[in-house]
């Protein structure tokens, strides 16, 4: 019996420390993880061209939601012109926003077939923040393209989310707020401005057959 | 200064009147509106859309055909030689630049590219220097200004050349003063053969970058300034040696600074719509 008993301790002891919640994913490997599964799922679903567009469309969608800060990224974009928006314009935003997200980036998902994303590293920033570095590498002619991550603990330590994505030092999220500024200033300093091209732009993507 | 520079430089100077009207700042009751000017840094902006519209029209008309055709007809590894060979071209420019940044060591791998591709690279359609150990980087006048601390100066779209500011201008003016090929164009009566390298450049540029450009295009809600945005933070990478191809043991922090044009503070923005 002595020997059962030793051995519930050393079970107990271990199921503890594999199953015991962390309390802040502080392995730094963790987050490069969260990006590289993300990336090959991404890459394995959206390459397959023989799915149809909608299909695509709705795993895109589903992919995005798990892993990005959508709302988030969504209201900085705005920037300012979010306070100024009526409820019912920031709740057509938000929808807009996601849906360019989804109706843009699904047909550049199908050109990354058989590409590799290799986690090089990932460093803190701020106070929040950890930028993971990562390189899309292209398997015949060796090119790779720099791919940086801002991620952010997604509360109670249990995953992260994505803030913004940066391409060769070009930002997302400074890209698309420094063009939704322009659109709003064009268009008479107004938010329901931008929600007509919006509403074009992204219908016209939706219906794009690639 | 030759005859046809002189009628280019009207030129330009003609366009710089006709269109010289600047943008309307927004009332200055509007602070907010105020400080999205300064930031978006394009008092030009009305002359720069005009110029950008003539430029598509060229590139519609004549580099784009011109690019497919490229890209078209020509088999990869002939255009990967031409791509070699007009990147070999521009050692002694990037060279002069490195030195004149004070770093020795990506000198050095300009210097020792050059002398392999050129000789073992023939003449520079192959690049054997790169598994050598000897990457390729760029560097320009424009980004030598940047390290010495000028400042990126307004916004600017060139004719023909596209996307620019007053700094970077400067900088294609300079690079194209100090390279010997340019002289030796010049002092030969080979104008035509420099006018050449330039059209290469164009077409092998655009043909490589032919899918990017029409994804912006068709993707983009405002193509102007989605091209001012991705321009600038694109150079504010350049200058900071981007961080992979610089020393090997891992990127340093200066480019997570977040791009130049728009400093202000993501973070806290985002925390607090929380």
Not at chain 1, 64 to 84: M, P, S
Not at chain 2, 73 to 97: C, D, K, M, S, T
Not at chain 2, 100 to 109: K, N
Not at chain 2, 168 to 180: K, M, Q, R, T
Request: glycine share 10%.
């Amino acid at each position: 019996m002595i020997i059962r008993r030793r051995f519930l301790i050393v079970f107990a002891a271990f199921a503890l420390l594999v199953v015991a919640p962390c309390p802040a994913p502080a392995n730094s490997g963790d987050e490069g993880r969260f990006i590289e599964s993300m990336a090959e799922k991404a890459i394995d679903l959206l390459t397959d061209l023989d799915r149809p567009r909608d299909e695509r469309m709705t795993i895109f969608r589903g992919i995005l939601n798990d892993h990005f800060a959508v709302e988030a990224i969504g209201r900085w974009v705005l920037g300012r012109y979010w306070n100024r928006a009526t409820p019912e314009e920031k709740a057509e935003y938000l929808a807009l926003f996601e849906d360019l997200i989804v109706v843009t980036y699904v047909d550049r998902f199908s050109e990354y077939a058989g590409e590799h994303l290799e986690i090089v590293g990932s460093e803190t920033i701020g106070e929040a923040d950890l930028m993971v570095h990562s390189l899309l590498k292209r398997p015949g002619d060796g090119q790779q393209v720099r791919v940086d991550w801002r991620v952010r603990a997604a509360g109670q330590g249990a995953s992260y989310r994505i803030y913004d994505v940066i391409v060769e030092g070009v930002s997302m999220a400074q890209t698309q707020r420094s063009e939704f500024g322009s659109v709003i200033s064009r268009e008479g300093r107004s938010v329901a401005g931008l929600l007509d091209v919006l509403r074009r732009k992204t219908s016209d993507l939706g219906k794009t057959t690639r | 200064m030759s005859r046809n520079g002189i009628a280019w430089l009207g030129i330009f100077a003609a366009t710089g009147l006709v269109l010289g009207a600047c943008a309307t700042p927004p009332p200055s009751d509007d602070p907010e509106a105020v400080a999205d000017h300064e930031r978006i840094n394009d008092p030009l902006e009305p002359a720069n859309r005009a110029i950008f519209f003539f430029n598509r029209g060229f590139d519609t008309l004549l580099l784009r055909p011109l690019a497919g055709f490229y890209g078209g007809l020509i088999p990869p590894p002939i255009r990967e030689g031409v791509h070699n060979a007009l990147a070999n071209l521009q050692a002694p420019v990037i060279l002069f630049n490195d030195l004149l940044q004070g770093e020795t060591d990506r000198a050095w791998t300009t210097a020792s590219r050059f002398a392999v591709n050129t000789t073992a690279g023939l003449g520079g359609l192959r690049d054997p220097a790169t598994g050598m150990g000897y990457p390729r980087h760029e560097e320009d006048f424009g980004q030598t200004l940047a390290t010495w601390g000028a400042d990126e100066g307004p916004y600017l779209m060139l004719p023909l050349l596209g996307p620019s500011n007053s700094r970077d201008a400067v900088g294609i003016a300079v690079d194209f003063l100090v390279d010997p090929f340019n002289w030796w164009a010049h002092s030969t009566g080979r104008r035509a053969v420099a006018y050449a390298r330039g059209a290469m450049r164009a077409v092998d540029l655009r043909a490589r970058n032919d899918a990017i450009l029409a994804d912006l295009e068709r993707s983009s809600l405002d193509h102007y300034a989605a091209l001012r945005s991705l321009y600038r933070q694109r150079r504010a990478d350049e200058i900071r040696n981007g961080g992979l191809d610089g020393p090997p043991d891992g990127p340093g922090t200066g480019r997570l600074d977040g791009p130049a044009p728009d400093p202000d503070a993501k973070v806290s923005r985002i925390t607090d719509s929380f």
